[in-house]
């Protein structure tokens, strides 16, 4: 069974960057994954997703051309770079994934695709 434990997440200056992984307790190498947060008093949003051979990325309009996803598949470890944060970045940040191989049935940016999600890291960006 797939257990994901997120990590990195802290206070940073706004225009900082951080970096939050993702370890997976299972094998995950043939699962899509993906990003959200939840910001205090607002619904979870998605933030981006990978494909299982990280060969496909998707992203939020809100974190394009300044957050990254990535995957190592060899230590069941999935990434989120993030730079250039702004205040509106912070959140609890949590990763998720779509249990059925492949990505069959997989739609990024629908929450219901993923079956598994981890605790969430926080990420605060202030001045």
């Known amino acids: 069974q797939v257990h994901l434990v997120e990590s990195g997440g802290e206070l940073v200056q706004i225009g900082g960057s951080l970096r939050l992984s993702c370890a997976a307790s299972?094998?995950?190498?043939?699962?899509?994954l993906g990003w959200w947060r939840q910001a205090p008093g607002k619904e979870r949003e998605f933030v981006a997703a990978?494909?299982?051979?990280?060969?496909?990325?998707d992203y939020a309009d809100s974190v394009k051309g300044r957050f990254t996803i990535s995957r190592d598949n060899a230590k069941n470890t999935v990434f989120l770079q993030m730079d250039s944060l702004k205040p509106e970045d912070t959140a609890v940040y949590y990763c998720?994934?779509?249990?059925?191989?492949?990505?069959?049935?997989?739609?990024?940016?629908?929450?219901?695709?993923?079956?598994?999600w981890g605790q969430g890291t926080q990420v605060t960006v202030s001045s």
């Open positions: 998720a994934a779509h249990l059925t191989p492949y990505g069959e049935g997989f739609n990024s940016a629908d929450g219901r695709s993923y079956e598994r």
């Open positions: 299972g094998r995950i190498s043939s699962h899509a």
């Open positions: 990978i494909n299982w051979r990280g060969s496909i990325r």
